[in-house]
């Protein structure tokens, strides 16, 4: 028996027949380290729901009275307890940007399939976290606050007590979204012009919100901007929410195309 | 042989710095370059434009045949390793390895263990933890393991010690070997690199000094010593191209010697010696003065 040395050039591959497979290995990468993205929101959110628990419980045991008890109900219903879990995901967002784009691309990834792979892999998680708070709102409702009377997955924001499951799940879904997208949109900024970008981008927004508010001001308009919010309610103004979004996922991959990650 | 890699006037300017100025070179299939220069010569920058990562001024840039940026086709036939390679923030090593091999179609991942065995890397630390050579272990074992037909490796070993880096010449040469490949290596470690190197290109304010092979190169310049007089009279009619002395003994280094000249120099008692690689990059980035003086005896 004889061994042979084989000398196996490394011959390039040939072309095309993994486009696809390079964005899905982009989706991948941004989920290798599921701890990140899987245990830490779960974690954060049961912190944030112990919480509230113990709120409530502190709540009804010191409220007696059944009137006043009905208020302390609705104005739980208002909770922002969820906040927390969408700014978590801004950061991933931003995170996704800052930290991995500049590993991708150290790992021969063009900027297209990179940035087509981060929009998959936000519509996933998207819809996978929505899935988990609309069966949470839903055991909610059904368990009358889990027993306490407390909210914080059915709140007045993403629909109520009487929303259908379809109407919460389209809710969280696009607040998701919105974050994952604007995170990314703004870190897509920061890669391209660096420290310039920023100061640009955030004395632009002010700019315009100072004009926003002097325009309103000045043509006595609050009255219909309050009629607006009012006649769209919370989950018109999510929905009109998904347009921010698409200009952020639009414009985010037009600034990277041309960004070069640094030190 | 073929050129995998063609730049022609390639020019990348930065406001008013140009980074790379006008430079044209091909690179031949399954050789080794060293791409050697100052810190801020435009090394990395030249590297970054060959990957796609930046974007050239002027000029044109063939991979493959064709232009690497955003061309998914060119590059996943690239690695590029550099010391500077951000990781995203919660990564362990771990993750690298396992993410590795869906983007580099050759990964072998027995030949990655065999690295992070060689290097003692520990796998579940977080990366922003590790040491600076640890970091640097992790860009190398990428680059071999990868097994890409053009790979980059920009200071890959900052941090590393001398065993870690014999071990990484050592796998380097033996898995080009059996997998032969065309590797651009850039460093300062010039000395120990050079018998590794089968091309040499030398770049100093963005502007290319030497492209050429590194047998060619060893014979370029010879450093002649004697009494001051002997070498004085020995090298009256030729380039210096650096002068060193004490007392009456002077060091004088000169271009490439003819047969004739070595004997005549042997007559007149004098001593030569080879110039490395490393002291003729010393002496043609060193300063103006000794710069100009190449350019004309080139």
Not at chain 1, 75 to 104: D, E, K, R
Request: proline share 3%; glycine share 10%.
């Amino acid at each position: 028996m004889s061994t042979v040395t084989r000398t196996e050039p490394t011959e390039p591959m040939a072309d095309g027949h993994d486009a696809g497979s390079r964005i899905l290995s982009v989706v991948r990468l941004h989920l290798v380290n599921r701890y990140s993205v899987f245990a830490v929101p779960w974690m954060i959110m049961g912190g944030i729901f112990v919480v509230n628990v113990t709120i409530w419980w502190i709540i009804f045991a010191s409220v007696t009275d059944e009137a006043d008890r009905a208020d302390a109900r609705d104005g739980i219903a208002y909770s922002g307890a969820l906040f927390y879990i969408f700014v978590y995901m801004l950061v991933l967002g931003i995170q996704a940007v800052a930290y991995t784009f500049p590993f991708a691309l150290g790992f021969s990834v063009t900027r297209r399939d990179f940035w087509l792979g981060s929009a998959l892999t936000f519509v996933a998680l998207s819809a996978v976290y929505s899935a988990g708070l609309t069966i949470l709102a839903a055991i909610e409702v059904a368990t009358d606050g889990w027993g306490l009377g407390g909210t914080m997955f059915a709140s007045y924001y993403f629909g109520g007590a009487d929303a259908s499951w379809i109407e919460r799940f389209g809710l969280y879904f696009a607040t998701y979204l919105f974050f994952y997208f604007v995170g990314a949109a703004i870190a897509t900024i920061y890669q391209r012009w660096r420290n310039n970008g920023m100061l640009a981008l955030f004395g632009t927004l002010g700019l315009v919100l100072i004009a926003g508010i002097a325009l309103v001001s000045f043509t006595n308009s609050w009255p219909a901007v309050g009629a607006w919010f009012d006649s769209n309610g919370p989950s018109g103004v999510i929905a009109w929410s998904l347009v921010p979004t698409v200009v952020a996922a639009v414009t985010g991959y037009f600034i990277l195309r041309r960004a070069t990650p640094k030190n | 042989m073929s050129a995998v890699v063609e730049a022609s006037h390639l020019t990348r300017r930065f406001g008013d710095t140009t980074a790379v100025d006008d430079i044209s070179f091909s690179v031949q299939k399954n050789t080794i370059h060293g791409l050697l220069g100052r810190n801020g010569a435009g090394k990395t920058t030249l590297m970054q434009l060959l990957t796609g990562q930046d974007f050239a001024t002027r000029g044109d840039i063939r991979v493959f045949g064709e232009n690497p940026v955003e061309n998914s086709g060119v590059l996943k036939n690239v690695c590029f390793i550099k010391e500077s390679q951000r990781y995203p923030d919660d990564f362990k090593p771990r993750h690298v390895f396992t993410s590795a091999p869906w983007f580099f179609p050759n990964w072998d991942a027995a030949f990655a263990d065999r690295l992070i065995a060689d290097f003692r890397l520990p796998l579940n630390r977080r990366i922003k933890k590790l040491s600076r050579g640890q970091l640097s272990a992790i860009g190398v074992i990428v680059g071999l393991a990868s097994r890409a037909p053009l790979t980059f490796f920009d200071e890959p070993y900052l941090g590393l010690d001398a065993v870690a880096r014999q071990i990484f010449y050592d796998r380097l040469l033996e898995d080009y070997g059996d997998h032969p490949r065309t590797v651009i290596l850039s460093t300062h470690l010039i000395d120990e690199v050079s018998n590794l190197l089968e091309h040499v290109l030398v770049i100093d304010e963005g502007r290319l000094l030497i492209d050429d092979d590194a047998e060619t190169l060893r014979g370029s310049a010879t450093t002649v010593v004697g009494t001051r007089q002997g070498v004085d009279a020995f090298v009256a009619d030729r380039e210096v191209l650096h002068r060193d002395g004490i007392g009456g003994l002077a060091s004088v280094t000169v271009g490439r010697l003819s047969p004739q000249d070595r004997a005549r120099a042997s007559e007149m008692g004098l001593e030569l010696s080879p110039v490395s690689l490393q002291q003729l990059v010393v002496r043609l980035t060193g300063g103006n003065q000794t710069e100009t003086a190449l350019e004309q005896s080139a």
